[in-house]
């Protein structure tokens, strides 16, 4: 208890908590934190045992049982999935003879976008999340806690609590008011322009472009995307973290935040690309293709 109307929780799994309760806390703006991707990720198995991604939400209720604050936490058995790298830490505990291994990660797997990692009813609520962060590290023997892409307006709620801030850099692309691609091409020189347009006219010789949503997005879609995921994965990062069956998940939790892309030959497909909508922003996050 920190304190006497309010009762913090370690679960299992975000699966453990209301979907609604927790998606009022989390907002929508941002998909990657919601009930929906969180649960598709533990019931598809791509986190979970075996993984080195054990899940373990911390919460905080009120009086009547109401979820009022909440933290997407894992314990890590790794430092892969990341995708911000602290091996030559994990390499500095090892060489002063303890474990780096388990931490407490907070974030969301496998997806480098800035978002929340407090999910609260009241900001006063933040020093007592992560205080039960610290705590949990504490009580299993965790080396450290942290928390990743942390979005800009929290990070001050971190420092407040004593939290060591680490730089790095992300680049992004902003819409500045182009209604079409030529707009934005108009924005550019003329040798970037001509260049663009191009590579883009070799690039889709011959080929046809699906946008793909909702009910629209069928399991022989994702049979399709499957493969071009795998094969980026291997090639790019040595291992996809998806399983197959996260992707169907995702289709039915989220049908109305993802767009699918598909570049056809015929009727054969041969290249995709998976974006999840949010509330004033398009993330792509996976892709791949079966022909370069």
Same mark, same amino acid.
């Given at each position: ?116 990692? #407090? +999910?609260?009813? /009241?900001? &006063? ?12 590290? $504490?009580?299993? =023997? ?118 699918? #892309? +598909?570049?056809? /030959?015929? &009727? ?12 004033? $922003?398009?993330? =792509? ?8």
């Amino acid at each position: 208890m920190s304190a006497p109307e309010l009762t913090v929780r370690l679960a299992p799994s975000v699966s453990s908590f209301d979907r609604d309760q927790w998606n009022a806390l989390g907002g929508d703006y941002n998909p990657f934190i919601s009930h929906e991707f969180l649960t598709a990720m533990e019931d598809s198995g791509s986190v979970g045992p075996g993984t080195g991604w054990e899940p373990a939400p911390i919460a905080i209720t009120d009086d009547a049982g109401r979820l009022i604050a909440a933290m997407p936490s894992y314990a890590k058995g790794h430092s892969q999935g990341e995708y911000v790298f602290d091996h030559a830490w994990a390499d500095a505990w090892h060489r002063a003879g303890v474990r780096y291994y388990p931490k407490l990660q907070i974030a969301a797997p496998f997806t480098p976008a800035t978002g929340p990692r #407090l +999910l609260l009813s /009241d900001p &006063a609520l933040a020093p007592h999340l992560l205080k039960a962060a610290e705590m949990v590290c $504490a009580q299993n =023997g965790m080396s450290s806690a942290h928390a990743t892409f942390i979005a800009p307006d929290q990070l001050p709620l971190f420092e407040a609590g004593g939290w060591m801030p680490r730089s790095d850099i992300q680049f992004h692309w902003f819409n500045r008011g182009y209604a079409s691609f030529d707009d934005f091409l108009g924005a550019l020189s003329s040798r970037k322009r001509k260049d663009l347009r191009k590579e883009r006219s070799a690039a889709c010789e011959g080929l046809s472009i699906r946008h793909l949503t909702g009910a629209e997005i069928t399991e022989s879609h994702w049979d399709a995307f499957w493969v071009f995921y795998q094969d980026t994965g291997a090639r790019k990062w040595g291992q996809p973290y998806l399983t197959r069956e996260a992707f169907s998940l995702l289709g039915e939790r989220m049908e109305d935040r993802i767009v699918l #892309l +598909l570049a056809y /030959d015929g &009727a054969q497909p041969i290249a995709g690309a998976l974006n999840f909508v949010g509330r004033d $922003a398009l993330y =792509g996050r996976y892709w791949g293709c079966t022909r370069n």
